[in-house]
Structures are given as structure tokens and as C-alpha cells.
């Protein structure tokens, strides 16, 4: 599964490397922790992502099983490793937000309720009878599981090593906002080399003249990994970068 749409082909990375532009860390590609699986429509590769302003204002991801299994704060490769180890055959989790957390996201949760990837609960009840669970989950495990992220936040830290936690508690605190979330293919780390300002580089590491970029199609800024926000920074900064130096005159 991916965010990506059907026209992220790469042609970008094709077009500099077919007149000698040299490629940095191609192989690397980041995964996101949570793209929303929609049970609507399961077969979809093309998964709508879930923004971490879902998890930086007190999201709780969940397994199959009611339970949580990482800090969800982590990076998306600690996020993603640790979905990976917890449920590796089905890859579906829940995130549960309280009605404090998803008023502070009005905007993202909106939009999500209206494309059906987010759905309401009034009561921790009512949640435990959601049929993703598939009878599996019963109020007193989501209470007990709530309960003990609500004792760990007043603690100051987690089992997992968590030590923000907002809009806490989330016990009985509803109506709560929940959907499912899966890692999605997000993001390629690698890409094409280039200078301080912008101009693309040959494997000798002179520029090609007039050939420049700038955002997710240059390499070797980020490493393996990237924090959120980062993409479009790039873009800003070495969009302006080389717009400054470019003689438009002509």
C-alpha cells in the first residue's frame, strides 16, 4: 500500500539520470506508520494518509487485541518496526482519539469523518462493539488499557519509553474518534544529487548546466529517515534557493 498516486512514477529521477546525473541512496524509501485502511473499499493500494497531528494530539494506536504496543510519538521507522513485529500477517491497527484530542485536529477529523475513514463512538462501550475488533476486545480490556495510558501520562512515562502525553485521560473521556490505520509506502529518501544551491550533479560532481531540483526528487538530505514537516521544507528552501539565483531576465 502506499500514499503515493498513480502518476508518482519517478519520471523526475528518470529524466536527470538519463543525462548523467548521479543518484543518492535510491534503495532507500520510507514507510509511514499510519495510511488509513478503508474497509469500504480493502483492495485499494492507494491509502489516505493519516496525518500525525492524530497521534501528537493523544492518539492511541491499538492492536487486534486492544493493547497498545509503542510510543506514538516514536519516528516512523521505530513506529512501522514495531507494527511489523506485533501483527505482521494483517498490519491493522486502531487509533483512538478522545473528544479533547479530536478537537484540537477539527480540521483533519472533519475530513476524515466525511470520507468514512473516521468513525464516531460515544461510549467506551460503544467502542468495544466495533466490529473491527471482531469480538476479540471487550470494554474491560479497553478500560484497563486506557486506564493504564492515563496512570503512565500521570507518571510521566510509559513502558515504551513515552514521556508527552496530551489531552489525557482517555478512559471514559468520549465520545471517541477511531479508525484504522496500516504502513503505507510514503516517501523516497533517495534521489538526485545536488549542490548547496540547488544545481543537479554528475557522479564527478560537477553541475549539469541548467538542470536543477529541489524537494522529494533530491537525495542525501534526510539520511534513511525523515521527520514530518521535512518535505515540504525542503521544497521551500531549495525552491527559494534556486529561484534566487536564476538570471530570468532573458
Known amino acids: 500500500a502506499t500514499t503515493n498516486n498513480k502518476g508518482t512514477t519517478g519520471d523526475g529521477h528518470k529524466l536527470a539520470l538519463a543525462v ?12 509511514h506508520p499510519t495510511g488509513f485502511h478503508n474497509p469500504k473499499d480493502p483492495d485499494n493500494k492507494v ?7 492524530l497521534r501528537g494530539e493523544g492518539g492511541v494506536l491499538l492492536n487486534r487485541w486492544g493493547s497498545r504496543f509503542a510510543d506514538e510519538l516514536g519516528t516512523r521507522d521505530y513506529v512501522t518496526g514495531r507494527m511489523l513485529e506485533v501483527d505482521p500477517t494483517q498490519l491493522k491497527f486502531a487509533l483512538v482519539m478522545n473528544g479533547a484530542a479530536a478537537a484540537k485536529a477539527e480540521t483533519h ?11 464516531k463512538y460515544e461510549t ?12 476479540a476486545v471487550s470494554v474491560h480490556t479497553l478500560r484497563a488499557t486506557l486506564t493504564q495510558y492515563d496512570k503512565d501520562a500521570s507518571m510521566g512515562r510509559d513502558a515504551f ?5 496530551h489531552n489525557v485521560p482517555v478512559t471514559d473521556a468520549g ?7 496500516t504502513p ?33 526528487v533530491i537525495g542525501g538530505l534526510h539520511g534513511k529517515n525523515r521527520l514530518g514537516g ?21
Not at 465520545?175 to 490505520?181: A, L, M, N, Q, T
Open 20 to 31: 548523467g546525473a548521479k543518484g543518492i541512496d535510491l534503495d532507500d524509501v520510507q514507510v
Open 230 to 250: 521535512n518535505a515540504l521544507s525542503e521544497c521551500v528552501v531549495f525552491g527559494r534557493t534556486i529561484a534566487n539565483r536564476l538570471d530570468l531576465s532573458s
Open 47 to 53: 491509502k489516505t494518509l493519516c496525518a500525525e497531528i
Open 109 to 119: 477529523i472533519g475530513l476524515y469523518t466525511k470520507k468514512e475513514l473516521i468513525h
Open 124 to 135: 467506551l462501550e460503544d467502542l468495544a462493539a466495533w466490529d473491527f475488533w471482531e469480538g
Open 161 to 165: 519509553n513515552k514521556t508527552f502525553f
Open 175 to 181: 465520545p471517541y474518534y477511531v479508525g484504522i490505520v
Open 184 to 216: 503505507v509506502i510514503h516517501y523516497c529518501m533517495g534521489g538526485l544529487a545536488i549542490s548547496p544551491d540547488g544545481r543537479v550533479l554528475r557522479e564527478d560532481g560537477e553541475a549539469i548546466p541548467g538542470l536543477h531540483a529541489a524537494g522529494e
